[in-house]
């Protein structure tokens, strides 16, 4: 049976460890990425914390010695499920059965200045950049002669109060406390100005009331500016402009405000619903497709009678539908009916602050402070890929907690190569074996 998977995160990744050994199961791996990461984590590559190695593994390392399992480097562009071939950027490929777990991308509302100039949170690249941006701010603003350009570019707004930005905004009101006065000697007042902006009602919005307010309270402390109830309208020439009227100065907006669906083209137009999600039935298998199963943040399953409308868009429901459907899978080819999915609500969790966590248990349990915090970290260890990054993880966190000064502020950006020239110039400007006139051909 030939399974092919498209997406090598929570979902897709543990489908194929499920199956890896499967003699009778041949998969292949489809990913725009050559490594899986670990998202919950992203937050803390882009404000320095830890390199983005601790978070990420190369799928090919992964798929050693697994003889059923193949990757495949490409982007999927198009599904044609009734002749069961998928078209990538870099070929087609042939499928039994297909599972669509290509997750979520930024949403960004069709705010087109937003989407220009504002800094995601979903990617390596992002918060890579992330990273750079914020370094580099920080570079301008102790050269700058203009009180202005200095003021906007100590203030940092961060649109959507879920976990990412309050992780985010927890992250960076410590780093602004504990570590640019020493990085920075230069200024007079280095702490930056820290905007948390939410539509919502209050911060957190799926967790618990007691978490939310937990939240607020610390971040507050912080120094953290909190607005509710308020929006992200636009964000142009270095304004950030909100649902009040009122407007902020600053070249730094970070997104973590929400999220829509991956899209999927080939398939019916009726099995597309509300976030570009895809509905599935109970065994995640996608509605007018007889072989497309989709699974993770891009299905929408309304079976499961605790969850009417739809699964929460959480690591453990990706993971937990993965390993199901891989039990399925083998159902199927061994000619047995399907098991419908159940959700097993875990609990959720999120960093506000250092040795600070809010923990939600199933059933309105809850549970703060430096214990939650130290059960985060526990948490979110075991599943990071591969024992090196879990030791070398382990240790960056105990480094730079304890020092409160991580080493990894490096501006690390792609080389900018001169601008090439057309190919006859170059036949003309670099005769061969005369590698001395190159230069000044070239610049001639
Ligand atoms: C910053 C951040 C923090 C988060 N924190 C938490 C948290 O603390 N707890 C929690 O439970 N959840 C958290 N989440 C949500 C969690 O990461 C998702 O629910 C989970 O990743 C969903 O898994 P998935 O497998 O469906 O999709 P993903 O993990 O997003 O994986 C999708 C994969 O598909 C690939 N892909 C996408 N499009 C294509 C294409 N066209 N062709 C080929 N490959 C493609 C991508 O490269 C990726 O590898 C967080 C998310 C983010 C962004």
Redesign the pocket.
């Known amino acids: 049976m030939k399974v092919v998977i ?7 990744m543990n489908l194929a460890k499920k199956l890896a050994g499967n003699k009778a199961i041949e998969v292949t791996l ?4 050559n490594y ?1 990461f670990f ?2 984590l ?2 803390q590559v882009s404000t320095s914390f830890i390199e983005a190695s601790n978070i990420s593994y190369p799928y090919r390392k992964m798929f050693q010695h697994k003889a059923n399992l193949r990757f495949f480097y ?3 562009l198009n599904i044609d499920h009734k002749s069961k071939i998928i078209h990538t950027d870099d070929g087609d490929l042939s499928f039994d059965y297909l599972v669509l ?4 991308q930024t949403n960004y509302f069709g705010m087109q200045n937003v989407q220009k100039y504002s800094l995601p ?2 990617t390596i690249d992002d918060a890579l950049n992330l990273r750079n941006h914020l370094l580099l701010n920080m570079e301008t603003l102790i050269r700058t002669n203009s009180d202005a350009e200095r003021q906007k570019r100590k203030v940092i707004v961060i649109a959507g109060g879920g ?2 930005g309050v992780e985010v905004a927890g992250m960076i009101a410590e780093m602004s406390k504990h570590i640019l006065t020493k990085d920075y000697p230069e200024l007079n007042s280095p702490k930056a100005s820290i905007y948390l902006i939410d539509a919502g009602e209050a911060l957190l919005g799926p967790m618990s009331k007691k978490s939310q307010k937990e939240a607020y309270t610390v971040l507050e402390k912080l120094g953290v500016k909190i607005k509710l109830k308020t929006a992200v309208k636009d964000f142009v020439d270095g304004k950030v402009i909100l649902s009040t009227g009122e407007t902020i100065l600053t070249n730094t907006l970070i997104w973590a405000s929400g999220v829509i669906a ?1 899209e999927a083209p080939g398939l019916p137009s009726t099995s597309i619903t509300k976030g570009r999600r895809i509905l599935v039935d109970e065994f995640n298998k996608v509605q007018g497709t007889d072989s497309v199963f989709a699974i ?3 299905s929408y399953q309304t079976a499961d009678k605790d969850y009417p409308n739809g699964h929460p ?4 429901v ?1 993971i937990q539908q993965g390993i199901h459907l891989a039990r399925n899978l083998e159902r199927i080819r061994t000619q047995k009916p399907p098991v419908a999915f159940k959700y097993n609500n875990k609990g ?1 969790m ?1 960093i506000i602050a250092k040795f600070r966590a809010v923990v939600d248990l199933p059933k309105k349990g809850f549970f703060s402070g430096f214990f939650a915090w130290l059960i985060w970290l526990f948490i979110h260890i075991i599943p990071i890929a591969g024992y090196r990054n879990k030791v070398k993880l382990a240790f960056n966190w105990f480094w730079s907690f304890i020092t409160n000064d991580p080493t990894l502020r490096l501006i690390i950006r792609p080389a900018k190569k001169e601008k090439l020239l057309p190919a006859e110039h170059v036949a003309e400007a670099i005769p061969e074996k005369a590698p001395g006139k190159v230069q000044e051909k070239i610049s001639g």
């Open positions: 498209i997406g090598g995160g929570f979902a897709g489809v990913d725009r990425n899986n998202p919950p992203l937050y490409g982007t999927l777990a290509m997750g979520t949170m979903k976990p990412t991956c993770g943040d891009q868009q959480l690591a453990q990706a959720s999120a």
